[in-house]
């Protein structure tokens, strides 16, 4: 079952502010979320991660609602280079099978036009 | 450049073959996990390696195989491939066996059978 759900497509205005939604209702408690994105054809790149609290980096924000079932990934000025599959995962740290593998879903395509 | 290294980045075949993908994580890193991106089946993760030994088991087939040797690099063997296996191979690596702040990727290997 997919722990996350991404919208598949959304477009972004060059210079503007790009608001990617996620929903993951039934997240628990030792879950974090992480988001990564993909370049065409490129391998995935960490972007950012959290577990309750909002993060901030050089790269993106990352708003998580107080009830954690949902998130928003914020790309401050969007450029075109942001043009890319971006991936909402939640997971859990310690588990040592598979599922503590990140499990990438079908993921979000950004396009930022000029 | 991510710091992570696979080689060859192109590799084409022909069905019933054996290639070797080649992954050299970066420096530091004790973790090698491979993903295998299929246009229909997203990014799967296959296998992880963590200091030389296997750690964990995801959708990897029976005719794949994979080895991580004492200076870190690791090795994935794709056997009696066919048309089906054609797909980006992708490594990524982190510092222990877990990692809280991601993983970082390769380039990938675009293996082609036919």
């Known amino acids: 079952d997919a722990k996350t759900t991404q919208p598949p497509s959304m477009d972004c205005a060059e210079g503007r502010a790009a608001n990617l939604p996620c929903n993951h209702s039934?997240?628990?408690?030792?879950?974090?979320v992480y988001w990564y994105r993909q370049i065409h054809s490129q391998g995935p790149q960490y972007i950012i991660h959290?577990?309750?609290n909002n993060e901030t980096n050089e790269m993106a924000s990352l708003i998580i609602t107080e009830d954690r079932k949902s998130s928003t990934l914020i790309l401050p000025h969007a450029t075109l280079r942001d043009t890319a599959v971006y991936y909402c995962?939640?997971?859990?740290?310690?588990?040592?099978?598979?599922?503590?593998?990140?499990?990438f879903g079908a993921g979000t395509q950004v396009v930022v036009t000029p | 450049d991510s710091g992570v290294t696979q080689t060859p980045k192109h590799l084409i075949t022909a069905t019933g073959q054996r290639v070797t993908l080649r992954c050299s994580p970066r420096?530091?890193?004790?973790?090698v996990y491979w993903y295998q991106q299929s246009l229909d089946q997203g990014l799967q993760f296959l296998i992880q390696?963590?200091?030389?030994?296997?750690?964990a088991k995801g959708n990897i087939l029976e005719r794949f195989s994979a080895q991580q040797f004492p200076d870190l690099h690791s090795e994935l063997n794709l056997s009696s491939l066919e048309l089906g296996d054609s797909a980006l191979y992708f490594c990524?690596?982190?510092?222990?066996?877990?990692?809280?702040?991601?993983?970082?990727f390769g380039s990938g290997t675009r293996l082609t059978v036919v």
């Open positions: 420096s530091g890193d004790l973790s």
């Open positions: 995962i939640v997971r859990a740290l310690g588990l040592t099978d598979s599922w503590g593998k990140f499990q």
């Open positions: 390696y963590y200091n030389g030994e296997e750690r």
């Open positions: 039934t997240i628990s408690g030792n879950e974090y």
């Open positions: 959290g577990l309750k």
């Open positions: 990524a690596s982190s510092l222990g066996a877990e990692s809280n702040y991601g993983y970082t």
